[in-house]
Structure formats: structure tokens, C-alpha cells
């Protein structure tokens, strides 16, 4: 096929771009998602946007939708959607593809992520790929055999709700003690407030990690416990899903090797020997092209798979 709109529907923002089959990124730009307008009216100006773009490219012939949310193996349904209730029960797939009479594949945000790093970043050529984004949760997404790993509706991947300290803090999903509760950024910013008020990191991620890079010995106790937890989670997925290759996403990423390399040796103390031979940690590298070069290779495989 030629070229696809591909769209990263978020909170805030919708981010778009025209992308080849080479990974080719033209014509970016986003528009406010303004999720309290309802589904249908964001599906509007999603198609308004992409009839926009073909008509000024006439390569275009599909539409890839990566979007917040959890999204059926029909890659079209959202089957919940917490912070844009609209797309909540709503055939994504389906609406957009009458609105603009193109094949439409729609993906879960962080799968989307995952699969953009396995085609043109950090993770390029993994076989198996775990990748966590750390943002006010954990997002998830697993790749095996080099194909994304979906469980048995579309929803696998929700490492942020495994159960990390039993009897732990509650999470806002129900459970006690999950994951995310720890080893989110938003978990070390919190841990940030445990900081005396005059610190220059009380409530402040980016000035924790200058604090520490500095050698700031109460920072550096902040982090370690943080990077604790999480590699402490990171085990067991090792564990179970034997990766060659672990991500890290989300705004933390930023801090690259220094995050990564930290995480890599706690994971060796928590992991079995056996189980890390090979394996890498690194940061995303894509940053926000993940999700819209994902969707759009997804949406590519997809056409050149026999019906």
C-alpha cells in the first residue's frame, strides 16, 4: 500500500502524521482532543482532518489509529477508554472508516509504542520485547516471535495492575498494592515529597534527577528505592516472558542511560542469572513518533497478510 494517516489520540492532544512504509514522517502536526465533547464529535474532526491530508496526498490509503484505552482484537472497538469516556463502547475502526472511505486499524496507545520501537528504534529486531511506559500509571505492551502479544480480547500487557506489594497501597483500579502504585513516575514523584520542603527536588522529577547526577545522597535514596520497586516488577517479567529486550517509556525515558543502567543492575540482583543472559534495558528512542509509526505498521503488516 501507499501512505497512511496515522493518528495518537491522547487526553490532551491528537497528534497526526502522513507516514510511509519506510517509517517517513510527513506532514505532522495535533489538535485538541477536547474528550469532553463525546466520541462522535472527535471521530468528526478526526475525519476532517484526514480527508484534509488526502486530499493533498493522494499516496494516502488507510487509516492508523493509536489510542489511549483498551482496544478488542477487532482493532476497531475501544472497549474502555477512562480519560476519553467517549471512545468508551465506541467501533473506532468502523466510524472512522465510513467517515473517510479508507481501511482503518486501530491500537492500544502503548502497544502502538511498542511496535514502533521494534520497526525503528531501541528496540529494532527484538524477538521478544517488554515494554513499560512510566507515566501517572504503568502502561504495558509484550512482543513474542516478533509479533505483538494481544491475550485472548486485546487487552494483555496491564503490568501496571500486577499485584507488587500484597496488602500494599490501593490503586485506583480496585486492587491493593499493584504495580504502578511504585514504579510509576508519578509513584517516584510522589516519593519526592518525603524530601525536606527546602530540597530542591520536594515535588520536582527533573530536579530529582539533577539532584542525584550530582551526587545528592538524600536524591539518590529517593531513586534507588524507586528503581527498586520497579525492577523488583521487571523480574517478574523476565521471568515469565524471557525478553531480549526491555523499554522504558514515558517522560522518564529522557534520562536515558543514567535511568537504564540503574535499572539494568538492580534487575540482575533481582532476576535469576539464567534468564538475563542477553537481555538489554534501554529508554524509548522514538518519543512521540512511537505510537504513530506503530499504528501505521501495524495497519502495513495487516495489508500484506492474506485475508
Given amino acids: 500500500m501507499g501512505s497512511v494517516v496515522a493518528l495518537d489520540v491522547g487526553g ?27 466520541g462522535e464529535a472527535l471521530v468528526r474532526r478526526m475525519a476532517e482532518r484526514v480527508n484534509e491530508l488526502r486530499a493533498q496526498d493522494a499516496s494516502i490509503r488507510g487509516v492508523a489509529v493509536s489510542t489511549a484505552g483498551q482496544v478488542l482484537l ?10 476519553i469516556p467517549g471512545l468508551s463502547g465506541l467501533n473506532l475502526g468502523e466510524a472512522l472508516g465510513e467517515a473517510t472511505g479508507l481501511r482503518c486499524h486501530v491500537e492500544n496507545d502503548v502497544n502502538a509504542a511498542a511496535l514502533g520501537e521494534q520497526w ?13 511506559t512510566l507515566g501517572t500509571g504503568v502502561g504495558g505492551a509484550a512482543i513474542m516471535d516478533g509479533r505483538l502479544f494481544t491475550g485472548a480480547r486485546g487487552s494483555a500487557g496491564e503490568f501496571g495492575h500486577m499485584t507488587l506489594y500484597p496488602g500494599g497501597d490501593p490503586c485506583p483500579c480496585g ?6 502504585r511504585y514504579a510509576s513516575a508519578g509513584a517516584l514523584e510522589r516519593a519526592t515529597h518525603a524530601l525536606p520542603d527546602t530540597h530542591p527536588a520536594h515535588g520536582n522529577l527533573r530536579a530529582l534527577f539533577d539532584a542525584c547526577r ?6 539518590l535514596r529517593v531513586l534507588d528505592h524507586w528503581v527498586d520497586d520497579l ?7 523476565v521471568h515469565g516472558f524471557n525478553p531480549d ?11 536515558g542511560a543514567y535511568l537504564s543502567e540503574r535499572v539494568y543492575a538492580r534487575l540482575t540482583a533481582r532476576a535469576l542469572p539464567s534468564f538475563m543472559e542477553g537481555v538489554r534495558v534501554e529508554t524509548a528512542a522514538l518519543h512521540n513518533s512511537a505510537g504513530l509509526l506503530g499504528a501505521a505498521r501495524a ?9
Fill in 231 to 237: 525492577a523488583r516488577g521487571l523480574a517478574n517479567l
Fill in 120 to 132: 525503528l528504534g531501541a528496540g529494532r529486531g527484538a524477538r521478544a520485547l517488554i515494554m513499560l
Fill in 74 to 83: 477487532d482493532h476497531a472497538t475501544v472497549s474502555f477508554a477512562s480519560n
Fill in 175 to 180: 486492587q491493593i498494592g499493584c504495580f504502578e
Fill in 12 to 38: 490532551t492532544d491528537v497528534k497526526y502524521a502522513v507516514v510511509d512504509s519506510s517509517g517517513a514522517l510527513s506532514q505532522e502536526g495535533s489538535f485538541p482532543t477536547r474528550a469532553h465533547e463525546g
Fill in 245 to 255: 529486550v526491555i523499554l522504558l517509556g514515558g517522560g522518564v525515558s529522557a534520562q
Fill in 299 to 307: 495497519l502495513f503488516e495487516k495489508e500484506r497478510m492474506p485475508s
Fill in 214 to 219: 550530582a551526587g545528592d545522597a538524600d536524591a
